[in-house]
């Protein structure tokens, strides 16, 4: 079903990404940091041609033997949504993990929406832009601390500022499809 290579998916993204998401300007990013622009991945993420696209290219890049994707709530939920779809088309399916910032206030408090796998399961945790790297790390620990395994992170923009090397100290493999000069050099028509 991937039927697109990688290069042309990777290409629409960047498209969708500087015509709906990358915008310049004066911001406050959910680190603390100021920045001089803001990436709104869920202006393409949770546009139809978006997450098809997210959702092949991330499928595409999974390591062999992964069992599940997941990532944290909000940036996460429809790329993980999206990866689960196409893996369904590809008929091998996965499930899609949400994992909440706050355990659930009533019933049985869970962090972590989805089905439920066997301990030791695979995941690889899913991250729309990636800064000091804090948000997807929430999410390891959840989910490493309800028995699974993670070891990669794939992000859709890398905003190398931080996130890698945070990953590599916990000894998680880390790629993303685009780093921020890709996209800066991309807006520039470089």
Wanted: net charge negative; proline share 4%.
């Amino acid at each position: 079903m991937v039927s697109e290579s990688i290069a042309s998916l990777r290409q629409h993204l960047l498209d969708l990404l500087l015509q709906f998401a990358y915008q310049e300007g004066d911001f406050t990013l959910s680190s603390g940091q100021k920045s001089s622009y803001y990436i709104n991945t869920k202006q393409v993420t949770l546009r139809a041609d978006g997450a098809l696209t997210v959702g092949r290219l991330l499928w595409a890049m999974l390591p062999q033997g992964t069992q599940a994707v997941g990532g944290l709530t909000l940036g996460a939920d429809p790329m993980v949504t999206a990866v689960s779809l196409v893996s369904e088309l590809e008929a091998q399916p996965i499930p899609a993990l949400i994992v909440r910032k706050k355990p659930k206030g009533h019933g049985t408090r869970a962090y972590i929406e989805g089905p439920n796998l066997p301990d030791g399961a695979h995941i690889v945790v899913l991250e729309d832009v990636v800064t000091t790297g804090q948000s997807a790390m929430q999410a390891v620990e959840q989910l490493q601390g309800a028995g699974y395994k993670v070891t990669q992170i794939l992000a859709l923009v890398d905003r190398e500022a931080g996130g890698c090397e945070l990953y590599s100290s916990h000894g998680i493999a880390f790629q993303a499809v685009f780093s921020i000069q890709d996209l800066q050099a991309a807006a520039q028509g470089d």
